[in-house]
């Protein structure tokens, strides 16, 4: 088997309200279905799912990659619907600030020293 892509399924509380917040840090939306919204930025994407489950939803996580840390930070951190936003710290393989979306999912918004892809 070769994979292509891989996409995650993002649960969304209030489904309008992560819409937003997606679009608020960058990504561009685009209708699938009236409950599944994709979400991309560059070559990358997700999908809104108009799902909530709490459980799965606080303990749902995701890695974005990006080239400029200071950039992303200063945008999530205008967003109106996050629900918690912590500093950019230094780490030995890159620099990270942590994101939560209006769901209670976890983004952890990374610029790494080297692309470990």
Known sequence: MAVQDIKAFVPCKNYEVSKAFYEEIGFSLAYVTDDL????????????QRFYE?????????????????????RCSRSQHKTNLKEVK???????????????????ITELNEYIG
């Open 54 to 74: 709490p459980a799965l939803a606080n303990n749902f996580m995701l890695q974005i990659c990006v080239d400029s840390i200071e950039q992303a930070y200063e």
């Open 90 to 108: 230094q780490e030995s393989w890159g620099k990270v600030f942590y994101v939560w979306g209006p769901s209670g999912e976890l983004l952890h």
């Open 37 to 48: 919204t994709l979400c991309e930025s560059g070559e990358c994407a997700l999908f809104l």
